[in-house]
């Protein structure tokens, strides 16, 4: 499948290309302006359909999502990881977190002050996160993720987001979840949502979403629904 636009206008921004991760910055903020802003850290989904030649971080959604946390004032950051299968989950959890350890370094980022951003097939990866959450880490944000680890997947329960997120504590999660996905994907975010009581979790529901809503469903709904997103996770970042 072709890279389809992202939903909502892509402002100017600075994007710089790191081994692993693309950043985004205004461009009245760039590095050495000595002010430490916060990071938005957006993790592409997967696993990558076989014969894809483009990166993930090329697709206009994530520029797009890069550009707009950029043009808000904090360091957006797209960041690879090369799961083919969900067997290597462990593999792109080890890339995921090698990645942030270098965006919590790179100049300008307040080390302090990061957000978690997963979409889709990453929303597995989001479990080490959801169970021992840094103090860095301000707030996580699933965008129709995949939550639930099925038995005939193979994959190790570590990953699987609905037996973490009891561990969550108060770290602020919110959930984008659409009305049209799959209906394994539907059930997975069922039974995140039961397994979270008590856990500090907000909710933004997109009836007549699809999976990939936000490049897909160039609707008021759609753009409604990430733009409330975004506000919420810059409002917890900041």
Do not use: K
Request: proline share 9%; net charge negative.
């Amino acid at each position: 499948m072709e890279p389809q636009p992202f939903v909502l206008a892509t402002p100017d921004a600075l994007r710089q290309c790191h081994d692993s991760f693309d950043v985004y910055r205004a461009p009245n903020n760039a590095p050495g302006d000595d002010a430490l802003r916060p990071a938005v850290v957006f993790v592409h989904g997967g696993p990558r359909p076989p014969g894809v030649e483009w990166r993930p971080r090329d697709q206009p959604v994530f520029v797009g999502y890069g550009s707009i946390a950029a043009a808000a004032g904090v360091v957006g950051v797209v960041l690879e990881h090369h799961m083919a299968s969900l067997a290597e989950c462990a593999a792109a959890a080890d890339e995921i977190a090698i990645g942030l350890d270098e965006v919590r370094q790179l100049p300008g980022v307040d080390p302090n002050r990061v957000a978690l951003w997963f979409f889709s097939g990453s929303g597995l990866l989001a479990a080490d996160w959801l169970r021992d959450s840094p103090a860095w880490l301000t707030c996580l944000a699933l965008t129709y993720p995949v939550l639930q680890n099925l038995p005939e997947w193979g994959v190790e329960p570590r990953f699987d987001p609905t037996l973490a997120v009891s561990d969550s504590g108060e770290l602020p999660i919110l959930l984008t979840r659409v009305g049209r996905d799959r209906p394994e994907f539907v059930s997975g975010v069922h039974a995140f949502v039961e397994a979270a009581h008590g856990a500090n979790l907000e909710i933004i529901e997109v009836p007549d979403g699809r999976h990939g809503f936000d490049m897909l469903d160039h609707t008021d709904e759609a753009r409604s629904a990430v733009t409330r997103a975004m506000t919420w996770v810059l409002a917890h970042v900041r």
